[in-house]
């Protein structure tokens, strides 16, 4: 047995791992906000939720897309040995705006909102430059030799 083919058994071993480990993780987060949303609406006054409870609840149905997310990155390794950088970017893309959603920018230094926008916009340009490339390899027509 050479040593390649012992390493990619021990990364499907670790894969398969990680996705249970993500799966369980999710279906115990999707629980948890279901448990959390009722819980708010039966507190007096019924039935209303105050912005703050609105920005939690959306930072974590986007916490839990960037779960999502990362299981499809996953998922998409175990199958082909291939990282898809587009799905990573909309990965990354998804958890910069949750942390925007949560973020107080009262307390925030301007340093760390420029930051955050340099990030988006690399983010935003590099999914672009990826999506643009796809659509013109799928239009272009094939050449015969």
Do not use: H, Q, W
């Not at 799905?87 to 760390?112: M, P, S």
């Amino acid at each position: 047995m050479n040593i390649p083919t012992v390493i990619n058994k021990f990364i499907k071993i670790i894969l398969f791992i990680l996705i249970i480990l993500l799966s369980i993780s999710l279906t115990i987060g999707v629980f948890d906000r279901i448990y959390m949303i009722i819980s708010d609406l039966r507190k007096p006054p019924f039935a209303l939720l105050n912005v703050k409870d609105i920005k939690e609840i959306f930072g974590l149905f986007l916490l839990l897309l960037v779960g999502i997310e990362l299981l499809e990155i996953i998922k998409v390794y175990f199958e082909k040995n291939v990282i898809m950088i587009e799905v990573v970017i909309f990965a990354a893309l998804i958890a910069i705006t949750r942390k925007l959603l949560i973020l107080d920018i009262n307390n925030v230094a301007g340093d760390v909102l420029i930051g955050l926008g340099v990030v988006i916009i690399a983010l935003s340009g590099g999914y672009f430059l990826l999506k643009k490339e796809s659509l013109n390899k799928k239009t272009l027509p094939e050449k015969e030799i």
